[in-house]
């Protein structure tokens, strides 16, 4: 009889320290789970933990990735967990991953648990796992943030397009709620096949070569120079011309003009934005500075440091014969 009671005690316990969990997110309700993240997205989880045991969670991030664990209690009922972002910024507990692979792991005691996932650097599959753990913790030492690492770029999109002299291009970049920390404009190109005629005799043409173009680059916020008066504190004259804004305004549209200053060929305009926080160092377009030549009475505002390339004085946008671009 003493047996039996002693095995109904242990039982009970057993059942006890039950960790019930459920998803936020859309997944299954069981650990493990495994689903893919990318540089800045975040998945959310409502763990309840019941009893008197707790529980550890830990996300294990691919090689070259660094996933970290947010977590916030919530004292209403299941169901009612707040945004990633706000979890991210009011929780109670985080860990951080130390890069390349590694892993954070948290411990969750009793009550109802908002726990986001959040992808710092890197993308893949993370791997999460919570096991419950009877025993109490012992002394969890205070993390220490990140060294920061170098954040690449959030998205990129490349443009490309024919211009003869004097005429321009122009794109628009609209900067949705959520934000950017940086947006940065690289713009190369190549000669068209316009030949240069040094000397002739009757119908003979003695020399030849191609004609280099100077594409400059615009950026205007919220004008589009095609169809307005527009005056920007953001160019740089070509060839290789590089503006870069850092926290562009959100909900603004910031129209980029490719202008043929001088020679004909095709451009190629790349554009980099990022979401990055904190202190971490931004990954930038190479771009060295280029002095203004003789011919051109404003200065080169591009000079690829990854800070905001704003001259002091504003110019009006060139008169130019616009041409069509594609949207895609």
């Known amino acids: 009889m003493r047996k039996m009671w002693i095995r109904g005690i ?16 859309g997944y299954t309700a069981d650990f493990p789970k495994s689903y893919r993240l990318w540089q800045g997205s975040a998945a959310m989880h409502e763990i309840g933990v019941y009893g008197y045991c707790g529980t ?15 977590a916030m209690k919530n004292y209403g009922s299941p169901g009612t967990c707040p945004s990633n972002d706000y979890i991210m910024s009011h929780y ?37 796992t919570a096991d419950s753990n009877c025993f109490p913790p ?9 060294t920061p690492g170098p954040c690449s770029p959030y998205k990129t999109v490349d443009r490309s ?13 609209f900067i949705p709620t959520d934000g950017r920390s940086q947006i940065e404009w690289t713009l190369t190109g190549s000669g ?7 000397s002739s005799m009757g119908s003979q043409v003695f020399s030849g070569s191609w004609f280099s173009p100077n594409f400059d680059l615009y950026v205007f916020k919220d004008c589009n120079p095609q169809y307005s008066y527009c005056n920007t504190n953001y160019y740089a004259n070509g060839p290789n011309a590089y503006v870069s804004i850092s926290n ?18 095709t451009y190629n305009l790349r554009m980099n934005s990022y979401k990055c926080y904190g202190d971490t160092p931004i990954i930038v377009a190479s771009a060295p500075v280029y002095a203004s030549t003789a011919s051109v009475d404003y200065s080169s ?22 041409v069509s671009v594609s949207s895609q």
């Open 92 to 128: 109670d507990k985080y860990a951080y991953s130390s890069g390349n692979g590694g892993s954070a792991t948290l411990y969750l005691d009793q009550g109802l648990w908002c726990v986001v996932v959040y992808a710092r650097s890197g993308s893949g599959m993370a791997y999460v």
């Open 161 to 173: 397009g024919f211009l003869y002299s004097g005429q321009a291009a122009v794109y628009g970049y």
């Open 56 to 70: 550890q969670i830990t996300v294990q991030s691919p090689y070259g990735a660094a996933f970290d664990l947010y």
């Open 301 to 322: 505002a591009g000079s690829g440091s990854g800070a905001d390339t704003a001259v002091s004085s504003s110019i009006a946008a060139p008169t130019a014969e616009f």
């Open 192 to 198: 068209g096949n316009t030949p240069i005629i040094v």
């Open 10 to 25: 242990t039982l009970l316990l057993l059942i006890t320290c039950v960790l019930v969990i459920s998803s936020a997110s």
């Open 138 to 146: 012992g002394p969890v030492p205070t993390p220490l943030p990140p």
């Open 248 to 265: 562009p305004q959100r909900g603004s549209t910031y129209y980029v003009m490719v202008y043929a200053r001088s020679g004909s060929g």
